[in-house]
């Protein structure tokens, strides 16, 4: 599966994004997706994870309640959701797949497929 991010931009603090992956192929609801970031001189981390159903989610507790990570299977499409937005969420955002079904991992190296990355500033 290709993955393709798109959504981020300049926001200011408060303020509110919402990020795009548009999958390539006909098995996207096969995986479970998952939202990871960037921040410079950091490791990426997760940020959320959802099931290959969407019936599940996970987040990362530093966006629990301000996030909301989505999927459209039938057009083949993942979202975040970002609300509420502060300066320590900069960094660079991406998508991935996991292709074990049902696993929600938390771990980046469960994702085969990567997005590109799509930048998030978070700026007054």
């Known amino acids: 599966v290709q993955l393709q991010a798109s959504g981020g931009g300049l926001v200011q603090p408060g303020g509110s994004l919402r990020l795009s992956c548009a999958a390539s192929g006909r098995t996207f609801s096969s995986y479970d997706m998952g939202w990871f970031r960037q921040a410079p001189g950091k490791e990426r981390e997760l940020v959320a994870v959802?099931?290959?159903?969407?019936?599940?989610?996970r987040y990362a507790d530093s966006v629990q309640g301000r996030f909301t990570i989505s999927r459209l299977n039938t057009k083949n499409t993942l979202y975040l959701q970002m609300n509420s937005l502060k300066p320590e969420d900069t960094a660079v955002y991406y998508c991935?797949?996991?292709?074990?079904?049902?696993?929600?991992?938390?771990?980046?190296?469960?994702?085969?497929?990567w997005g590109q990355g799509t930048l998030v500033t978070v700026s007054s």
């Open positions: 959802i099931s290959w159903s969407g019936g599940r989610t």
């Open positions: 991935a797949a996991d292709p074990q079904r049902g696993r929600m991992s938390t771990m980046k190296e469960s994702y085969d497929y």
